[in-house]
């Protein structure tokens, strides 16, 4: 057998891949690995695709320096700037997502963390949601405690979103308005909340495959199970708004040795994939089975429609994945 079809079967038995088989299969023939890739899938995950949407609740002048984001205030990009959406607004786009099938809506704000007001606010708007719509709702609402974590959980959030972005060993030339130590520290103080946590990273980013590879380790170590895979969309007026974008091969390389990595997880795609020429499908063929549907933030999207019907060509069936 080939050494892809080796950790395949290794995989298959229960057993972890290590970082130097992890970095070695990163090289093997593309074909094979996201074929393999998707093996695991179906054997680990079955044929659930776990669909969600965002809506950015509070967006612009943000106090952090994360070079990929339109949103921070120390850079001159073109993103909207307002303050907390009201709860009116919130509901209706949870009602026009849940019409449409979609299962997870995701309110994400800016900055490094809700205020405790903001966060009262948006626990109204979560208690609304709850009552009124059939749907999951998640959140990204920046560094918060394990107390402010409980009150979102009994407000009824289910699930909280807080990524990486990439290694700890390259996150300082990331950001340095915090840490990687602040993030980890924040997954933990969720899941002491008794939330799940979805956390994952941003490729494209001047980041190594060594780097690339030690974030799905860590997320493996924090018993992360929905892992988003953002593509760099170089936004002018950042300082990676001239890097260059990666390649659909690149992004099925990527995902189908996460599959590799964390075999259970739901591998989302989630930002920048509507720069891929097919939209993501050849990724969905090679490991991934999640996706961020609808607008994505400050970059454009794809609609929900299209996404479905493409999930039914594949023969994917939409699901609340790892619960």
Do not use: W
């Not at 074929?35 to 995950?45: L, W, Y």
């Not at 949601?129 to 059939?134: A, F, G, T, Y």
């Not at 060594?210 to 300082?239: F, H, K, W």
């Not at 690149?250 to 720069?275: H, Q, W």
Request: hydrophobic share 35%; with cysteine.
């Amino acid at each position: 057998m080939t050494f892809t079809e080796d950790l395949k079967q290794k995989v298959f038995d229960g057993e972890d891949v290590s970082k130097e088989e992890a970095l070695k299969l990163y090289s093997e023939p593309l074909s094979e690995l996201c074929s393999a890739a998707d093996e695991i899938r179906r054997h680990c995950c079955g044929e659930g695709f776990d669909i969600c949407t965002i809506i950015n609740g509070k967006s612009g002048k943000c106090s952090e320096d994360c070079k990929f984001c339109a949103q921070s205030a120390h850079y001159h990009a073109e993103a909207d700037e307002y303050p907390l959406m009201d709860t009116e607004e919130i509901v209706r786009q949870a009602k026009y997502n849940a019409d449409r099938g979609v299962l997870r809506y995701s309110i994400v704000t800016s900055g490094k963390r809700l205020s405790d007001d903001e966060l009262e606010r948006m626990c109204g708007a979560i208690r609304a949601i709850r009552e009124s719509v059939d749907i999951e709702v998640c959140v990204s609402f920046g560094l918060l405690n394990e107390n402010q974590y409980r009150k979102l959980k009994a407000a009824g959030v289910h699930r909280v979103h807080n990524n990486l972005e990439t290694s700890e060993k390259n996150f300082p030339n990331v950001c340095t308005t915090h840490t990687f130590a602040d993030k980890i520290a924040a997954i933990q103080a969720a899941q002491r909340a008794g939330m799940n946590v979805c956390s994952g990273g941003i490729m494209g980013i001047g980041e190594s495959i060594e780097d690339r590879i030690d974030m799905a380790l860590t997320l493996r170590r924090l018993g992360i199970r929905s892992v988003p895979v953002n593509m760099l969309n170089p936004i002018q007026g950042t300082p990676y708004g001239k890097n260059d974008k990666l390649t659909n091969d690149e992004m099925r390389r990527i995902v189908a040795v996460y599959r590799f990595i964390l075999p259970k997880a739901s591998i989302r795609l989630a930002g920048g994939r509507g720069l891929m020429e097919d939209k993501g499908k050849s990724c969905f063929q090679s490991g991934a089975n999640a996706a961020i549907s609808g607008d994505m933030l400050t970059t454009a999207g794809y609609s929900i429609e299209t996404d479905m019907a493409l999930l039914a060509d594949l023969g994917y069936k939409t699901e609340l994945c790892n619960e």
